[in-house]
Structures are given as structure tokens and as C-alpha cells.
Nanobody, 123 residues
Framework: QVQLVESGGGVVQAGASLRLSCVAS????????VAWFRQAPGKEREFVAA????????YYANSVDGRFTISRDNANITVYLQMVSLNAEDTAVYYC????????????????WGQGAQVTVSS
């Protein structure tokens, strides 16, 4: 069983970049699909990006495609979400999620979740 710990959130100005990290504590991401979701105040949790268990394919929500990049390190311990050209609509708590083997865009697909990292973008 993998435990997920996010870091890297913060307060930035519109147009800035930020990189979130998700560490697999007590294990590795080997064989796990990993995704990032976010939840803004008063809104439902929404899909942001996902990386398949083989780490050979990734896909993104339309709202972040071309601005965000999900990746995994070679040691399979850390998954990153690189975010550029941030805007106020990106303000949310960002969650890392993982599931053995499969990936998807619905939160219910994922069994393991981190505690979340706050990202605030000021305009």
C-alpha cells in the first residue's frame, strides 16, 4: 500500500510557474497509475492530469492542456505536476491520487490519495 505526500503549493502571481511533487511514502509508484485532481472552494473535485502505470502515456483536462505537465522520476518515487502560465482559475487544493494498474478521469477510480496542497494564484 502506498501513501502519498504532496508538496510544492503556495501563493503566486498570475503568469507564474509552480511545480507540485507527490512522493510515494513507504513504497514506489511502480505499477501504479497516478493522477492529479484539484478542488476549488464550493466546487467538485475535478481531474487535472494522469499518467498511466507504464508512464508512457499522459492526458490532461482541456483547461490545463499545454500549460501543465505530469511526469514521474526514474526511481518511481516522485510524481510531479509542472504548472506554467497560472491564472486565478487554477486556484484550488491539488490532490495526488494513485491506483494499481489503471488510470482514469474520475476520482472514484483511485484508491490512494494525498492530503492536498493549496495553490493560490493572485491576479
Amino acid at each position: 500500500q502506498v501513501q502519498l505526500v504532496e508538496s510544492g503549493g503556495g501563493v503566486v502571481q498570475a503568469g507564474a510557474s509552480l511545480r507540485l511533487s507527490c512522493v510515494a511514502s513507504g513504497g514506489t509508484f511502480s505499477g501504479y497509475a497516478v493522477a492529479w485532481f484539484r478542488q476549488a472552494p464550493g466546487k467538485e473535485r475535478e481531474f487535472v492530469a494522469a499518467l498511466t502505470s507504464s508512464a508512457t502515456s499522459s492526458y490532461y483536462a482541456n483547461s490545463v492542456d499545454g500549460r501543465f505537465t505530469i511526469s514521474r522520476d526514474n526511481a518511481n518515487i516522485t510524481v510531479y505536476l509542472q504548472m506554467v502560465s497560472l491564472n486565478a482559475e487554477d486556484t484550488a487544493v491539488y490532490y495526488c491520487a494513485a491506483d494499481k494498474d489503471r488510470s482514469g478521469t474520475a476520482p472514484s477510480w483511485y484508491d490512494y490519495w494525498g492530503q492536498g496542497a493549496q495553490v493560490t494564484v493572485s491576479s
